[in-house]
């Protein structure tokens, strides 16, 4: 201990007593490792996330309905011949499967061609709203993924232009932590695509189930209205 300078053993002291790093420091030292892609990836991740969750709550609340409770619903105004009644629960929606029965309720006393007409068109109109920006998730997943593996090139890339330059004893140690180093923006990208894909299938089947149920209940609605037509 004796001919050593002071402030090399408080150094010493700090270092040996020092708490570990916490997860927010952890995480700024590897944003700041990765380097700008790493931002880049971060700002596309979470321009994902804005989508996903704007779709998601328009799936819910917007366009999704019980189908088969109101069909059942429907169901019970048309068998007792109160159409308009239909008509105003479909109103009392703002749902995908609602408004597409509704233009089938209101073409009831005619041809079941008119009819289907009229459902069709609805469907070919609310449909596409329900699969809306859907497309954006998979692309920024991609993206994610590919904006990594760019960060990591140029990450090695620079790595080995500095161990060029660097001295021969140094050169494996600066070698192995450019390396390490260049990979953070794989994992980013890898992180943030697997989240995006998850919630993109979760959205596509319930956007999947908004679509068939409009396809399952209006082919009940044209067979129910063809039934009390003829009956009448």
């Known amino acids: 201990m004796e001919g050593q300078d002071p402030n090399q053993l408080i ?60 069909m059942n619903e429907l169901q019970r105004y048309v068998l007792s011949n109160d159409i308009q009644g239909a008509i105003r629960v479909c ?42 920006r859907l497309g954006y998730l998979s692309l920024i997943a991609n993206i994610s993924t590919l904006l990594g593996l760019l960060g990591t090139i140029f990450g090695l890339i620079q790595s080995f232009a500095a161990v060029a330059a660097a001295d021969p004893q140094q050169k494996a140690e600066l070698l192995s932590k450019g390396i390490s180093k260049a990979m953070n923006t794989t994992a980013l990208g890898l992180c943030a695509a697997i989240s995006i894909m998850v919630i993109h299938a979760f959205l596509v089947s319930r956007s999947e189930k908004i679509v068939n149920e409009i396809d399952e209940f209006s082919v009940k609605l044209l067979d129910l209205l063809g039934t009390k037509n003829e009956e009448n």
């Open 91 to 132: 109103s009392g929606s703002i749902a995908a499967l609602p408004r597409v029965l509704k233009s089938g309720l209101k073409r009831a006393s005619q041809s079941p061609a008119q009819v289907q007409n009229a459902i069709d068109a609805t469907a070919l109109e609310v449909i596409p709203k329900v699969e809306k």
């Open 11 to 70: 150094e010493q002291g700090m270092q040996v007593g020092a708490e570990p790093a916490s997860f927010i420091e952890q995480l700024i030292l590897f944003f700041q490792d990765g380097g700008v892609f790493m931002y880049i990836i971060a700002v596309i991740w979470a321009i994902g996330l804005v989508i996903a969750f704007d779709k998601f709550r328009k799936l819910k609340f917007n366009y999704d309905v019980d189908g088969a409770s109101f």
